[in-house]
């Protein structure tokens, strides 16, 4: 029988085994291993983990391997091998197997097992210790922490020997690395690891005895939060008798337990071999041992939770019969002084001990202690008692040399009393330099009289510094100004106190700081500089300076380099009472702040000094203001008849009937503080703005009249301008002031008569023809109501039915042979130098050149019932109401219908060339008579001339417009009388003109056919292409105008009659009417501009009058709109 302490352990060695882990499973060296089981419901396991035990050199050992194997099937031990010399394997059983050992050291010996054709092999690791020496005591330590937190043990506090020979740790056995040792103190670092791991340590003494004992730990994870609650787990101890089996049922007992109800399995560490586990329950067989025993359990409720516990044995030898020892409790108090003087403190247990039998006691082992404690004598214990620990707890064992054992409990606590310490407030002016120093010591205290130190003081803030000499504190701010709150620490050695110093540093200074009223600033004024200094004072009398200032909303504001300076910027957008805050500082920690009040003056009200319009085509407004950002900032709203319409910058272009309306504008101008839309820029209150309105009523040629070799146009505010040569009434320069209210124009080839809106007439031109203009001549054209010219005289119908006659006097210029007879008058006729006058009554009066029509006496009688009457050069023809016609004037040229008589009936009108007539019936047929060189003869075509509408005529030839849109010509071939050339296109014709010599037809697609002479018109090829859209078209002696739908002109024919109007083609566009004399051509454009061309002799050059003939009136000026 071996008596001392024995300890086994299981050894995680890296050759072999993984640890036995919750979270990790142990793979099996396999040694011969047997092939793979057929597949079952539940596979066969097998795993074995390495075996501990010390003993002495001579004894034997019996090996239960049952601790080490993990299987759900059964197993037996099938080999068992010593690997050295150190022992010797005697006998195999179903279940271990017994050793010897034969030399000290630590050996080993290889064990199989095999369960259902597995096979798994595992080692024994013996520490033998030679018979002479008493091997040292190492005891088992169960740790728990997470998976996160290291934790340590100093094994120190866990070893003894008996013969108190000085210890070493030999060896650390681990697998998996997670054991570091420095020294005595050996730490598990888990790194994340969860489960449980152990380590196993070998002790050996100064002789060379081995002993040997396991760290286990439980690491729990630290991350995972599971809904399960960990099973229970407790210390236990007792003892017994090493001739009996001892069976301990954890949950019989109480000592484990799952509030959740979770099925839990066991793991087991330690028991030397003499422990295994069957079920929650552990089956313990001394076998003969005899001494303490120490069991670390592991119980898992396998759903992640764990709890380790411990199991003191103590093991005694009833036999021979022998009374137990007797050991007693022992409560020791050292003072903290006692400690720091010696940590080593004699503990002699002799007086709680006692044998009945007599027999000499001595200490056998030391264990639960957590600072290191030492046998050093029979019945006395070296414990070394630190500061760190106050209460401490250690079991000793003592034996009697007969297999007695009894064991008990010291209690060891360091009676201190923490000291004090109070809170700490010092102050420093930083700007007075030096440092100021604490003493600690009148601020800390300990009543057990311990000498106290400085065990922690907080670092300041940079650049203060804090030093200590002892407890003398020196704090030297280093320019820092502020209040820092340090916690400062003393200690006993043992105990300590802490508290708060805080340390101000700041200044003592004050400053002071006063309102200013600033004088008025003009609010473009630019930056202006603001000096603070006379208004602000320091108690200290050291420098100060502007930190900021603030509330500008009218400007902005900048530091400059002179410290008590500030620039101050209007923002040139917006004016008014500014009040600024401004802030100085010395640096010193203190601060004083004061108001500036300033007033922007506003910016000065723009006024409108004049506002026009002009007309020339385009109205354009133009104006002059002060105090204004013009004309960069102005704005025009025109109004045609007092409605807005869209212009483009100070012009507007009139549209349509626009000239005929009043046309005005509404002008704003702004000063460069303003949007368009009257606001403030970037939203300053600075836009001032004035509106102005003025209205003008346009004046612009509205007719034109022509002459033989001039023109006179009426503008439309009853003004008249003439032009051409002066022979033909083209200077009008001698009445232009009473050419004003005039209401129409009438002219001869030589002169023009302007009939007023009072019923007078103004006449220029040659005298002879109708331009006396005399004052006897001028009294007797009063109250006229119509004015009638032939090529040389002028007849005037006056309101009363009268009628005035001037001009050439044989040739109608006086009606004097008639006069009495010329009473309610309602139309006159012309002739060439005739007139002929239609009464109310239906009869006709004629005078003038008799060979021209001026006598109708033949056929007076006739001249009745009237409808209407028509005039070539030479002759008149009557048209009745009943269709008939009466015909008068030169026989050759048209005076004499006789030869036609029988068919002029049902006529519904009468068409007149310069020597011949054609009279359309009602039913669409054509009689024709005069002169036949004329087109007095139509018999050549009188087949085709069916179902005419209009007439058109040459000088020489007629041209028909049938219902069917064709043409059908006769008369003078050469100008115009034969269409042969150009009959096919003579379709879908909806118009023709004509000049002298020429045709041209307006087809309804707006394209054109020409014929006649060429010299005429009568080829347009030049320009057909440009012949399309065509709206009308105006002829003069030899040359055509065609106006087109789009308001441009082409021209064509006798270029020196207006033919060619290339000088102007630029300026023919928007053209509304076109006028022709008798070799030039006059447009009016939609903007009421005027433009001639053709022969400059004749009216073709306008230069003359081209200012005067757009004008304008104004009618409404307001310069400051309300």
Same mark, same amino acid.
């Given at each position: ?94 279940? @271990? ?205 396998? $759903? =992640? ?95 009697? =040399?007969? &297999? ?123 930056? $202006? ?11 200290? @009398? ?33 004016? =008014? ?16 702040? %004061? ?65 005929? $309306? ?23 209150n600075a836009c001032r703005f004035e509106r102005g309105q003025t209205i003008i009523e346009t004046a612009y040629p509205s007719s034109v009249t022509s002459s033989l070799r001039a023109h006179a146009t009426l503008k439309s505010d009853g003004t008249v301008l003439c032009w051409g040569n002066s022979a033909n009434g083209g200077d009008c320069s001698v009445i232009q002031s009473d050419l004003v209210d005039v209401a129409s124009i009438a002219r001869t080839d030589w002169a023009f008569a302007a009939l007023k809106n009072d019923g007078t007439v103004e006449v ?42 001037? &001009? ?74 009943? &269709? ?58 009188? %087949? ?179």
């Open positions: 029988m071996h008596h001392g302490v024995l300890s086994f352990t299981l050894l995680f060695l890296l050759l072999f085994l993984g640890a036995c882990t919750g979270g990790e499973t142990a793979t099996p060296l396999l040694i011969n291993e047997a092939p793979p089981a057929a597949p079952q419901a539940a596979p066969v396991t097998l795993s074995l983990t390495p075996l501990v035990a010390d003993t002495q050199v001579g004894q034997t050992l019996t090996v239960d391997v049952s601790a080490a194997v993990q299987s759900n099937a059964d197993w037996q031990l099938i080999r068992a091998d010593a690997k050295d010399n150190l022992s010797q394997v005697l006998t195999r059983q179903e279940k @271990g197997f017994s050793i010897k050992a034969t030399a000290a050291g630590l050996s080993q010996v290889e064990f199989q097992v095999s369960a259902a054709g597995m096979a798994s092999s595992a080692m024994l690791y013996v520490a033998i210790s030679a018979p002479d020496n008493q091997a040292p005591v190492a005891a088992n330590k169960a740790l728990t922490t997470d998976s996160n937190t290291p934790v340590s043990v100093d094994l120190a506090s866990l070893i003894s020997d008996p013969e108190s020979d000085s210890l070493s740790i030999q060896s650390l056995l681990q697998t998996a690395e997670r054991f570091s040792l420095d020294g005595f103190v050996l730490t598990f670092t888990p790194a994340g690891f969860v489960g449980t791991d152990a380590a196993s340590y070998v002790v050996e003494d100064a002789r060379g005895a081995l002993a040997v004992a396991q760290v286990v730990v439980s690491s729990s994870d630290a991350t995972v939060q599971i809904s399960n609650t960990a099973p229970t787990a407790k210390d236990y101890q007792l003892a017994m008798d090493s001739a009996e089996v001892l069976t301990i049922d954890l949950a019989a007992l109480g000592l484990i337990a799952d509030t959740d109800g979770d099925s839990l399995s066991l793991s087991l560490y330690g028991g030397n071999a003499r422990a295994a586990v069957d079920g929650l329950s552990i089956r313990y067989t001394p076998a003969g041992f005899v001494g303490t025993e120490e069991l670390v359990y592991v119980v898992s409720d396998n $759903q =992640g939770g764990s709890a380790i516990a411990t199991i003191r044995l103590l093991v005694s030898d009833n036999t021979p019969a022998n009374t137990q020892p007797l050991a007693g409790d022992l409560n020791l108090n050292f003072s903290l002084a006692q400690v720091q003087a010696s940590a080593s403190q004699a503990i002699d247990i002799s007086a709680i001990v006692s044998d009945a039998d007599g027999d000499e006691l001595t200490l056998s082992s030391l264990y639960g202690n957590l600072n290191p404690a030492l046998i050093s004598s029979a019945l006395t214990i070296d414990y070394h008692a630190s500061a760190d620990t106050a209460n401490d707890s250690l079991v000793y064992v003592i034996s009697d =040399g007969r &297999g007695g054992l009894a064991q008990g409990t010291i209690n060891i606590a360091i009676a201190n009393t923490a000291p004090t310490a109070q809170a700490i407030s010092a102050s420093v002016d930083p700007y007075a330099g030096g440092s100021i120093g604490i003493d600690l010591s009148l601020y800390t205290s300990d009543s057990d009289g311990d000498t106290l130190t400085l065990s922690h003081l907080d670092s300041p803030t940079t650049p203060s510094t804090l030093s200590a000499s002892g407890l003398m504190l020196t704090f030297t701010p280093n320019g820092y100004v502020g209040t820092q709150s340090l916690r400062y620490e003393v200690s006993d050695g043992q105990k300590s106190a802490t508290n708060l110093l805080t340390l101000v540093s700041a200044s003592t200074a004050s400053l002071s700081a006063n309102d200013i009223n600033l004088a008025a600033i003009a609010m473009d004024a630019g930056q $202006q500089s603001i000096d603070v200094s006379a208004y602000v004072s320091n108690s200290s @009398g050291r420098s100060m300076r502007l930190v900021s200032v603030s509330g500008a909303g009218f400007g902005t504001t900048a530091l400059s380099a002179s410290p008590l300076t500030f620039y101050y910027t209007p923002s040139d957008i917006s004016y =008014g009472d500014e009040t600024l805050t401004y802030r100085i500082t010395d640096d010193e920690g203190h601060f004083a702040e %004061a108001d500036i009040s300033l007033t922007l003056d506003p910016p000065a009200d723009p006024l409108i000094s004049s506002l026009t319009l002009s007309y020339a085509g385009t109205v354009t407004a133009t104006l002059s203001c002060s105090d204004c950002d013009h004309p960069t900032n102005s704005s025009y709203q025109f109004e045609v008849d007092g409605l807005p319409v869209s212009g483009s910058g100070n012009q507007y272009s009139p549209q349509g009937t626009d000239k005929d $309306q009043r046309i005005g504008v509404i002008a704003t101008v702004r000063n460069r503080y303003c949007n368009a839309d009257n606001t403030g820029v970037n939203g300053g220029w031109g040659n005298t002879l023809y109708g331009g006396d203009n005399s004052a006897g001549a001028k009294a007797l054209r009063v109250d006229v109501a119509q004015i009638y010219g032939n090529e040389v005289a002028f007849a005037a119908v006056k309101n009363d039915g009268t009628v005035v006659t001037w &001009g050439n006097v044989g040739d109608g210029g006086n009606s004097a042979s008639v006069q009495s007879s010329l009473t309610d008058v309602e139309h006159i006729s012309a002739s060439a130098r005739a007139f002929a006058a239609l009464k109310g009554d239906a009869s006709v009066i004629s005078w003038g050149n008799a060979l021209y029509g001026g006598d109708s006496s033949a056929v007076s009688a006739s001249l009745v019932s009237v409808k209407q009457t028509q005039a070539t050069l030479f002759a008149f023809a009557a048209l009745k109401y009943d &269709g008939t016609v009466v015909a008068w004037g030169d026989a050759s040229n048209g005076g004499d219908a006789s030869a036609v008589q029988p068919q002029l009936i049902n006529v519904a009108a009468i068409y007149p060339n310069w020597r011949a007539f054609a009279a359309v019936k009602a039913d669409g047929s054509v009689v024709t008579w005069g002169n036949s060189l004329y087109g007095g003869d139509s018999s050549s075509v009188s %087949a085709q001339l069916t179902n005419v509408v209009s007439i058109a005529h040459t000088t020489h030839a007629y041209a028909a417009l049938k219902a069917d849109a064709t043409v059908v010509t006769w008369g003078a071939a050469s100008i115009g009388g034969n269409s042969a050339a150009v009959q096919a296109q003579l379709i879908n014709v909806k118009s023709i003109a004509s000049t002298q010599g020429a045709f041209a037809a307006i087809k309804d697609d707006g394209s054109v056919v020409t014929w006649g002479s060429a010299a005429a018109g009568g080829d347009s090829s030049a320009v057909q292409t440009e012949l399309t859209n065509v709206v009308s078209i105006t002829g003069n002696e030899g040359a055509f105008a065609a106006l087109k739908a789009d308001g441009s002109v082409v021209t064509w024919g006798n270029a020196v009659d207006g033919g060619d109007s290339s000088a102007v083609a630029g300026q023919l566009v928007a053209v509304e009417k076109l006028y022709a004399n008798s070799r030039s051509f006059v447009a009016l454009k939609e903007d009421g501009c005027l433009i001639s061309w053709g022969d400059a002799t004749r009216g073709g050059d306008s230069s003359a009058i081209q200012s005067q003939t757009l004008s304008a009136t104004t009618v409404y000026t307001e310069l400051a709109m309300p």
